[in-house]
């Protein structure tokens, strides 16, 4: 493995680019500072090259969750090209996105119409204002990740409340300090809590914004009851499925359960790695986009439309999520397995194609660097979460399965305050100083 035009290109990166890449989950520092390969020149299937020749097998995040069907996949690539050669952004618009909002609406029965972004945090901050502006009201009570606009880093305008939803460490440095106390934090599957916060605000409640399901499966209970309380106070519900849909079946996560929310919000897997984002919806809500002003001149661009049409199109055809949950589940059998071999405490979590691997107790984090430093030396992209797709076959498993187990033996072999000579792997938001 040689790094050097990688590791120096990430360097001038942090002069030029403020935390050195656009995505926190895409920083090096998060993997293996100073060894985790920043670039890529190409990716094909589930291969991915850096820029200084090495080739690896992508056991880790696949575009942070958004390849679902694997690198450059021909047929969606073949609708881009084909869009492309056709004019992507003309002074009229694409038919595609009608089409799409058909595919979304028949997928989705419940929504009854579709308005398009082209990034999660940017359709999710659409579906807020068109819950205020549907329903008149200013506050939003959320749980978990929704990206970094202003409506949700308001939430730490009144203190750290973001740190215990998946991203600690979140400053809210220029968000206006008069949206304090608009967005307010409850945990997953907590409806009590949800219920004190409401209490005697009943009527100021915009919107409930939750991922349907994301660690694990969703109680059924926890999602009959946000139906019921957003439907008892007047608040719009909405279901984040960014992360969440096509993972576990076709379209929203919600599906799986028969719960039905007021919007659901899609991006990342929709187009496998192309720039795309859809709001759906129920008539009464989208209908108040039509009373605000959401507008912007890339939303009618061609590709994201037409690699929405020709993932989803193969999504479907190939019944993806089957093949996805199986390599995912044997991953994380895998995973169990080689720690019993060798006697290293492991937790395994996720859904099957959302698997988590820790090392518990003392040393986690020099475990989970160590772990990712040894893998890329054996050839894989391998991080302490595996977002399955597609393209991945039983062939890269059993090859991944075999390097895990030496891994896993070395770790346990060795004295584990001894096991890096790099610095270990950040755990959330920290400012970068170039050095
Ligand atoms: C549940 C959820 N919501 C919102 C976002 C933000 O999406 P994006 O990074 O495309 O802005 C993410 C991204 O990780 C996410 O997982």
Known sequence: MTANKTQSLYDKAKRLIPGGAQLLSKRPEMMAPGVWPAYFSKAKGTRVWDLDGNAYTDMSILG??????????????????????????????????VALAELLTTMHPWADMVRYARSGGEAMAMAVRIARAATGRDTVLFSGYHGWMDWYLAANLDGDALDGQLLPGLAPNGVPKGLAGTAIPFFFNDIAALHEKIAGREREIAAIVVEPARGEEAPRQYLDSLVATAGRI?????????????RMNAGG???RYGVAPDMAVFAKSMA??????????????????????????????????AAALATIGKYVRENAAEHICAIGRAV?????????????????????????LDFPGEYSRERATFFTIAMLARGFLGYRQFKPCLAHALDDVSAYGQAVDEVFAAMAATDPAALLSTPVAHAGFVRLTPE
């Open 253 to 255: 996560i919600h599906l």
């Open 64 to 97: 942070v969750g958004a390849v679902i069907l694997g690198y450059a996949d021909d047929e969606v690539d073949d609708a881009v090209v084909a869009a492309v050669r056709n004019g992507v952004a003309t002074s009229l618009n694409c038919p595609e996105e």
């Open 234 to 246: 007047g608040a719009t519900l909405i279901f984040d499925e960014i992360t969440s849909a096509f």
């Open 272 to 305: 496998n790695g192309y720039a795309m984002a859809a709001v759906i919806g129920r008539r009464e809500v989208m209908e108040a986009a039509q009373t605000t002003f959401i507008s912007s001149t890339n939303w009618t661009e061609r590709v994201g439309p």
């Open 332 to 356: 994380q059998t895998l995973w169990r397995g080689a720690a019993d071999r060798h006697g290293l405490s492991v937790r395994v979590s996720g859904l099957p194609s959302l698997c988590h």
